[in-house]
């Protein structure tokens, strides 16, 4: 996970072995801004986190002090966008491509944080660098490490006419390849160097703008 996560949480994280990913999970939810002639604006994204990785984030912040699962307005005020100071290069693990070539995504803008039940939701947008026609875009979310696991279960929202088809993973295909990879690495090296294999477990976003 490269974006911005606390000491505490590290700690507490700390892998046992390399079956131990992922860490972290996140039911993921997305709205995709299409304009009235087509071209894609923009994708605003939400993401609830599991509740002992909220709970870790409590205790980082010193948040909730009574233990109820829920925050006061001044103490959700300072979670406001907790997940978004993102070291250079980390690209949100939200992957846009069109035609296999990659899309650029302009910087995340916060829009909410909410808490119940004891897990945080977050909502962001990111806009594209540069609109483009959507149909044929392919969105996917995932952590190329899969140290977060990011599941398409928070729903699908297309304007513009535009529609979204979602395909779940092939996981039995994911986890052989993650055995195959993970076997051909010395045992000593496969936590640290855990191979790349989120995207294999990821949910693939096809946007179809035609009649």
């Excluded at 912040?61 to 907790?82: P, R, V, W, Y």
């Excluded at 513009?160 to 295909?173: E, I, M």
């Excluded at 640290?192 to 976003?205: I, K, N, Q, S």
Aim: proline share 5%.
């Amino acid at each position: 996970m490269k974006r911005f996560v606390p000491l505490l949480v590290l700690a507490l994280l700390v892998p046992h072995g390399a079956g131990s990913h992922p860490h972290i999970f996140v039911d993921t939810g997305m709205k995709v801004l299409v304009s009235e002639d087509g071209q894609l604006q923009a994708v605003e994204i939400i993401w609830a986190y599991d509740e002992f990785y909220s709970l870790l984030i409590f205790e980082d912040k010193g948040l909730d002090s009574d233990f109820d699962g829920t925050l006061t307005a001044e103490e959700l005020a300072k979670l406001q966008g907790f997940d978004l100071a993102w070291s250079e290069g980390f690209q949100g693990d939200t992957y846009l491509t069109r035609g296999g070539e990659a899309l650029a995504l302009g910087a995340p803008e916060h829009l909410s944080t909410e808490v119940a039940d004891g897990r945080i939701t977050t909502r962001h947008r990111r806009v594209l660098t540069q609109p483009q026609a959507a149909d044929g875009v392919v969105i996917k979310a995932y952590d190329p490490t899969y140290y977060t696991a990011y599941t398409l279960s928070g729903g699908l929202d297309v304007t513009g006419g535009c529609q979204g088809s979602v395909t779940p993973p092939n996981l039995d295909a994911a986890y052989t390849k993650v055995e195959e990879l993970l076997y051909a690495m010395p045992a000593d090296q496969a936590e640290e160097a855990y191979p790349e294999v989120g995207e294999a477990f990821a949910d693939t976003v096809r946007l179809n703008c035609g009649a």
